[in-house]
């Protein structure tokens, strides 16, 4: 079993700052990848940024140079710094982790989503 505890969403005005934290716990023996992914109304879900555990990032294009992924594999726990924040921005937020499980096997889990709103 695998917990995903997502936190850090909010209203914030446009040009603001959000910090998103995701904590990964349970039937983990290593982590090899953490992730952000978000759904605006009406759109499909599309990656935001991810990390793996060497400390590998990838960013969409929309988010490079705004938002900064970072992770911490002892805490299994990741972190979406956002910055210069735009109404486009306005989504759910969901972590998604990759890992290696006790028996070895490769499991992938979802948080339950956090909610980022940026007014104009």
């Known amino acids: 079993q695998v917990h995903l505890v997502e936190s850090g969403g909010g209203l914030v005005q446009a040009g603001g700052s959000l910090r998103l934290s995701c904590a990964a716990s349970?039937?983990?023996?290593?982590?090899?990848?953490m992730g952000w992914y978000r759904q605006a109304p009406g759109k499909q879900r599309e990656l935001v940024a991810t990390?793996?555990?060497?400390?590998?990032?990838n960013y969409a294009d929309s988010v490079k140079g705004r938002f900064t992924i970072s992770g911490d594999n002892v805490k299994k726990t990741a972190y979406l710094q956002m910055n210069s924040l735009k109404p486009e921005d306005t989504a759910v937020y969901y972590c998604?982790?990759?890992?290696?499980?006790?028996?070895?096997?490769?499991?992938?889990?979802w948080g339950q989503g956090t909610q980022v709103t940026v007014s104009s």
């Open positions: 998604n982790v990759g890992y290696l499980k006790y028996d070895y096997r490769s499991g992938n889990d």
């Open positions: 349970g039937s983990i023996r290593s982590v090899n990848f």
């Open positions: 990390i793996n555990s060497g400390g590998t990032t």
